[in-house]
């Protein structure tokens, strides 16, 4: 069963820090490139950034470029995304996307 399963949200002061996670299972992760994207509610899932497979070329949104950075460990079929310098608008539920699959989210809120 492909599977994606998000970590890592949680509470924020602005101008902090925070990585979160993506495992996946059920295939073969360093096959497939890999997307985060994000959503608050009532408004359109908004894309963040993509890695290739090897991991070799990233893209980032402009509206978190410089701030946000993508990566993976395909020994531990982990997706990254370390984002910094933490802002109140960033507060949304964070989503890795790869292989046709969405996880589950995990909460990012950025408030002091």
């Known amino acids: 069963q492909v599977r994606l399963v998000e970590s890592g949200g949680g509470l924020v002061q602005p101008g902090g820090s925070l990585t979160v996670s993506c495992l996946a299972s059920?295939?073969?992760?360093?096959?497939?490139?890999m997307r985060w994207y994000r959503q608050t509610p009532g408004k359109k899932r908004e894309w963040l950034a993509t890695?290739?497979?090897?991991?070799?070329?990233?893209n980032v949104a402009n509206s978190v470029l410089g701030r946000f950075k993508i990566s993976r460990d395909n020994a531990k079929d982990t997706l990254y995304l370390r984002m910094n310098n933490l802002r109140p608008e960033d507060t949304a539920r964070y989503y890795c996307?790869?292989?046709?699959?969405w996880g589950p989210g995990t909460q990012v809120t950025v408030s002091s």
């Open positions: 059920g295939f073969t992760f360093r096959n497939y490139g």
């Open positions: 996307n790869g292989h046709e699959t």
């Open positions: 890695i290739t497979d090897d991991g070799e070329i990233t």
